[in-house]
C-alpha cells in the first residue's frame, strides 16, 4: 500500500525557517518524482515544487512564489523527501501536502502538515 | 504559466441529478489534466487522469471528457457523499496549476 506521510509542521516566526520531510512507503521511491503542493486556509491548491529521480539528475523545479527560499531535497536510502523552507513570510500559512508521480502525477497525496508563519 | 478556469466555482444539486464542471485550460495541454475530488480536512484524491481515464476504485458514476483546452468533469447520478470541492489540474507544463474548484453541495 502506497503512504506519503508528512510531518515537521509548526508555528515558525516570519522571516524563519522550517524543513518539512515526506516519509513514503510501499512504492519505488528512487524511481519516482516527488512533488510538494499547499493549501491556504479556505483557498485553492497551489504547486510548490518538485524533484525528479536519479535518472532525471534529481531535476527540480519551483513555483515562482518560493522560487530562492524553498529547497526540495531527497534521501533514496530513507524513502524520504524534504522541504526546507527558508525566509518564510505570513503568506506561506498552509497546508502543505506531498505528492508523487506514480502511474499518473499526484496520484497519492499525504495527509499534510500545517505550517503557520506568524509573530 | 497555464491558467486553468474552472467553472462554476459553486454549485447547488440534488441527489440523483447529473452535475457538470467545466475547466477551460489558456493554452492546449493535450489531455494531460487530472480530476481531484477534496473533502473537508482531507487530501485531495485522485478521480480521473489523462482527462477522461478513472482512476482505479473510483465509482463509475464519475466520468471526464475533452482535451486541448476544453474539458468537462461530470457525476452521472450526484450522491450525499460527493459533497466536496472538485479541482482540475494540467501536467502538460511547469509550473503546475489548479482549477480555483468547484464547490458541491446538496440543496
Known amino acids: 500500500e502506497v503512504q506519503l506521510v508528512e510531518s515537521g509542521g509548526g508555528l515558525v516566526q516570519p522571516g524563519g525557517s522550517l524543513k518539512l520531510s515526506c516519509a513514503a512507503s510501499?512504492?519505488?521511491?528512487?524511481?519516482?518524482?516527488m512533488h510538494w503542493v499547499r493549501q491556504a486556509s479556505g483557498k485553492g491548491l497551489e504547486w510548490v515544487g518538485r524533484?525528479?529521480?536519479?535518472?532525471?539528475?534529481?531535476?527540480?523545479a519551483y513555483a515562482a512564489s518560493v522560487k530562492g527560499r524553498f529547497t526540495i531535497s531527497r534521501d533514496d536510502s530513507k524513502n524520504t523527501a524534504y522541504l526546507q523552507m527558508n525566509s518564510l513570510k505570513t503568506e506561506d500559512t498552509a497546508v502543505y501536502y506531498c505528492?508523487?508521480?506514480?502511474?499518473?502525477?499526484?496520484?497519492?497525496w499525504g495527509q499534510g502538515t500545517l505550517v503557520t508563519v506568524s509573530s | 504559466d497555464i491558467q486553468m478556469t474552472q467553472s462554476p466555482s459553486s454549485l447547488s444539486a440534488s441527489v440523483g441529478d447529473r452535475v457538470t464542471i467545466t475547466c477551460q485550460a489558456s493554452q492546449d495541454i493535450s489531455n494531460y489534466l487530472n480530476w481531484y475530488q477534496q473533502k473537508p480536512g482531507k487530501a485531495p484524491k485522485l478521480l480521473i487522469y489523462d482527462a477522461s481515464n478513472l482512476e482505479t476504485g473510483v465509482p463509475s458514476r464519475f466520468s471526464g471528457s475533452g482535451s486541448g483546452t476544453d474539458f468537462t468533469f461530470t457525476i452521472s447520478s450526484l450522491q450525499p457523499e460527493d459533497i466536496a470541492t472538485y479541482y482540475c489540474q494540467q501536467y502538460d507544463n511547469l509550473p503546475r496549476t489548479f482549477g480555483q474548484g468547484t464547490k458541491v453541495e446538496i440543496k
Open positions: 505528492t508523487r508521480t506514480g502511474t499518473t502525477e499526484f496520484d497519492y
Open positions: 524533484i525528479r529521480s536519479k535518472a532525471n539528475s534529481y531535476a527540480t
Open positions: 510501499g512504492f519505488t521511491f528512487s524511481g519516482s518524482a
